[in-house]
């Protein structure tokens, strides 16, 4: 088998979707900022500079399937990512602040983000720590090594305000799960959303009476006791609702030092701890009862730290747009401004819009960062909800292709690294249109391929092209 047949196998289908993805971005990049009388190649405007990076793109992966041996990504990828380690050290030091976030670096009057390249080395990173052989995700110390893996850069990227980046290592959740991560960790990150905004909107009460009512029910019906243990859990939970109440009884509030989430805490975890110690000395062998605790332990300790961590560790903008989501501020003409501008042009555009370079929202720039956070709104107004869809369907099409290719090729490395490509894109998709039509709030991320910027185009396209070129890789093997 020559050259040409083994280049034959490509999985030209992956490349098409890039290719129509990459060229409709430039085109609505285009039609959202031109004017009259402009032309599509004016380099001094953002089209033209977006079609040179997707020029150097398009090299990029020429060169990744063509010239750049695979085994490098197996050989290097550790030495690559502790480089990329400290380019996002270095990025704290001497980087440029841009929107409030300290994550650019200019060189020559060039930016660029070290932020959208660090999931490239985290991906090939994990896939040569999980894919050697004796790697078992339920050992301790393996999953430890995965979590530190993601965790070094998710930390450094935070210190750099550059949340939304930050926040797409949540989907490398999704790989560790086909790896053999236990559902229940997945199930635990949604609960502690739900916490979180419990928290924030309501109190930390509310809060911890949704836990302790939560880890009951789950506790009885672990051990098959649904009827019993629903009616136990109901009466306890309404028997603790009127327990602020009557901390509010003038003669206990004047010798009361606490507030009533700080009782329920103490009681409960005291309750806890002891469980745990007693289970210890008597070495049980009920490992779920105490991982059960210790987990209702550290939710606890999450429920009191809300407050800390919406209030010290977010920025002031942010805070303001998660309490525009969440309904506790109504602002349309300050921090929702361009959620609600979004939605009027997403709304606008009907069943198959107004036509090509006929949005007045994002023409008039009615919508900011319409090029860049808010493409998708463009879509919307030109293209409508069957542009819309369309693009939708593109994604998912891609999505599944690379889903597909990872499972069906026997190379752990490649497994492995095919489903992190496929987590950060739908990460992306997902926070990135969440956004835009306000099901999120706006922290600044790229839809992949679409968004004017040559950092994000020409991050994707190398981990995506990567990944292509692995799988190709299959076809060496069986050739020889």
Not at 198 to 223: D, E, Q
Not at 319 to 341: S, T
Request: hydrophobic letters at 55%; glycine letters at 8%; a positive charge.
């Amino acid at each position: 088998m020559g050259n040409a047949s083994i280049y034959s196998k490509l999985d030209w289908r992956l490349i098409i979707y890039y290719l129509i993805l990459v060229v409709f971005g430039w085109l609505n990049i285009y039609s959202s900022v031109h004017a009259e009388n402009s032309i599509l190649f004016d380099f001094s405007q953002r089209y033209g500079m977006h079609f040179i990076w997707m020029c150097i793109a398009f090299g990029l992966a020429i060169a990744i399937i063509f010239v750049i041996p695979s085994k490098i990504y197996h050989g290097l990828a550790w030495w690559l990512y502790i480089l990329m380690i400290g380019l996002l050290l270095l990025t704290l030091v001497i980087g440029v602040e841009v929107k409030g976030s300290r994550s650019w670096i200019s060189l020559g009057g060039i930016q660029f983000q070290p932020a959208e390249f660090s999931k490239i080395t985290t991906a090939l990173a994990l896939s040569a720590l999980m894919g050697k052989y004796g790697f078992v995700f339920k050992r301790t110390n393996c999953w430890l090594k995965a979590f530190a893996t993601i965790g070094i850069p998710m930390l450094l990227i935070l210190m750099e305000k550059e949340t939304g980046s930050m926040l797409v290592y949540i989907g490398f959740a999704l790989v560790f799960y086909r790896e053999g991560m236990s559902g229940w960790f997945l199930l635990a990150g949604l609960f502690a959303i739900l916490e979180f905004i419990l928290g924030l909107v309501f109190s930390p009460y509310v809060a911890m009476l949704v836990l302790t009512g939560t880890f009951l029910l789950i506790y009885f019906i672990r051990n098959k006791q649904v009827l019993t243990g629903g009616i136990i859990t109901v009466v306890a939970i309404t028997l603790l609702a009127f327990l602020p109440k009557l901390l509010a009884v003038e003669a206990i509030a004047a010798k009361n030092p606490f507030p009533a989430e700080v009782w329920m805490a103490i009681v409960c975890c005291a309750a806890c701890i002891f469980v745990i110690v007693k289970d210890l000395l008597m070495r049980a062998k009920d490992k779920f009862m105490r991982n059960l605790l210790i987990c209702y332990l550290l939710f606890t300790g999450f429920i009191f730290s809300v407050q800390f961590i919406f209030n010290n560790v977010l920025q002031d903008h942010q805070r303001a747009r998660i309490e525009v989501l969440l309904g506790m501020k109504d602002d349309p003409k300050g921090v929702g401004y361009n959620v609600h501008q979004s939605l009027i042009a997403i709304g606008s555009g009907g069943l198959f819009g107004k036509g090509y370079m006929q949005g007045t929202q994002t023409r008039f720039d009615f919508v900011p960062e319409q090029t860049t956070d808010f493409i998708f709104c463009t879509i919307g107004e030109e293209w409508g909800f069957v542009g819309s869809f369309g693009v939708l369907l593109l994604y998912f099409l891609l999505l599944m292709r690379i889903l597909n290719k990872a499972e069906q090729n026997a190379d752990a490395f490649t497994r492995i690294y095919g489903y992190c490509v496929a987590s950060c894109l739908l990460m992306h998709i997902l926070i990135n249109i969440c956004m835009t039509i306000g099901l999120m709030p706006v922290i600044g991320i790229p839809l992949p391929f679409l968004s004017y910027g040559g950092s994000s185009l020409l991050a994707f396209t190398i981990l995506l092209f990567i990944f292509i070129r692995l799988d190709l890789d299959q076809w060496r093997y069986l050739k020889h």
